[in-house]
């Protein structure tokens, strides 16, 4: 983290946070708050053109890229370890597991190495599935890809304009945005004030322009991750009406609860997961209702995967729900796999409404945006202007 940002944030007093983080969670404390690691092995795996109809055996290694916290394997506490076993199961060993912390860091990853299976977001699998990167996935070949609901499974984020699957969703979330009372409220609440929490990503444009289709509806605002030049420029405006330093662009769980907490933003974006921490601490908020823009990451299969049958085991593993209970309570995401909403993560699973199709139904997902307006047709602006704006804004 820059010097400014760190200035931005104004990571101060953590104590008291920490207490609420820690006191408070689906099951144990944030993925975000974990170590940063990279487990690798300079022995090459025996290279396989492609899975067996029914997997076949594991070539031995694998080679894995994800986010952090969305893959532990013990080195944060004992309790969290979900790769020892799938060794142990398979008899593939993950010879590299690279985490990062956001997907323009995960696109350079990809530039400069070779994974098996890439735990992709949005705005990242788009251009992965575009430039051939990735290839597409035998889906009968994944045991618990009939538990995902439909709405997940026939995201745009992972599937060619033929309708190829290519990314099995894995874990996902919500943007919504919260207020003390007596803030700004309204649909564009968040941008009102500088005393305000943002998510720092690019996508976050489409939450701006989703406020736009409420308050200006000249603009003809349909798809917010789909905007024409003159509807970028409108959103990337709404977002530095009250911009400044005061500002909080936030990346981990720890920053907006610090935020919201402390009284440092008094309209905050943030995940179910984190509404309910504050409604669990008897904290007053409100809620802004409307519609709500999400994501989910998917697993996919590298082009180049040299341990293919191990890749496919290893969605296997990861779509499990018992897998994926373990990684959204850590996390504090919701499951793609409904079954895993039960025990500890029941309460978690009804604050996204995962398994309330009509609400999933009304979830606007992330895809990349195209200058082809997503395969629609029509003049839109593509995710590498996104960026650029976006990083001009929170510089």
């Known amino acids: 983290m820059s010097g400014d940002r760190f200035r931005r944030t104004r990571l101060g007093a ?26 690798q092995d300079t022995r090459s795996p025996t290279p396989s053109p492609k899975p067996s109809a029914s997997i076949g055996k594991g070539e031995g290694t694998l080679q894995v890229l994800t986010y952090q916290g969305h893959v532990e394997y013990g080195g944060a506490t004992a309790s969290a370890d979900w790769l020892s076993p799938f060794e142990k199961l398979t008899g593939c060993r993950v010879s590299r597991l690279d985490r990062v912390h956001s997907g323009e860091e995960m696109a350079e990853k990809v530039r400069s190495a ?3 299976v890439i735990s992709a977001s949005p705005d990242l699998a788009g251009r992965l599935i575009a430039d051939g990167a990735v290839r597409p996935l035998d889906t009968t070949l994944l045991r618990s890809y009939k538990d995902i609901p439909r709405r997940l499974r ?93 500002r909080v662009y936030w990346t981990s769980t720890l920053e907006v609860i610090q935020a919201f907490s402390t009284g440092e933003a008094h309209v905050a974006q943030v995940l179910p997961y984190h509404l309910d921490l504050f409604e669990r601490a008897g904290r007053t908020v409100e809620r802004e ?80 945006p195209t200058k082809d307006c997503g395969g629609l ?19």
């Open 377 to 395: 047709g029509g003049e839109c602006t593509d995710y590498t202007e996104w960026e650029k704006r976006w990083k001009d804004l929170v510089k």
């Open 14 to 39: 953590l104590a008291g946070v920490l207490a609420l983080a820690v006191c408070l969670p689906v099951a144990t404390a944030p993925g975000a708050l974990a170590r940063r690691a990279a487990v």
């Open 154 to 246: 026939e995201l745009p984020a992972t599937r060619d304009a033929s309708g190829k699957v290519y990314g099995v969703p894995y874990l996902w979330g919500t943007n919504q945005v919260i207020r003390e009372p007596g803030a700004p409220d309204g649909p564009d609440a968040v941008y009102r004030t500088e005393q305000s929490a943002v998510r720092d990503t690019p996508l976050s444009i489409a939450d701006a322009a989703l406020a736009l289709r409420r308050t200006r509806p000249e603009l003809g605002v349909k798809d917010p991750f789909q905007l024409t030049p003159a509807q970028l420029d409108a959103a990337v405006g709404l977002l530095a009406e009250h911009n400044g330093p005061r």
């Open 114 to 116: 070779s994974y098996d």
């Open 289 to 368: 209702k409307g519609p709500v823009t999400g994501w989910a990451d998917a697993w996919m299969v590298g082009t180049g995967a040299t341990s293919p049958n191990c890749a496919y085991k290893w969605l296997n593993w990861v779509g499990s729900a018992d897998t994926q209970h373990s990684a959204a309570a850590w996390t504090g995401l919701a499951p793609a796999n409904a079954k895993a909403c039960d025990g500890e993560v029941r309460r978690l699973c009804d604050a996204y409404h995962a398994r309330d199709d009509h609400e999933l139904g009304r979830v606007l997902f992330a895809t990349r």
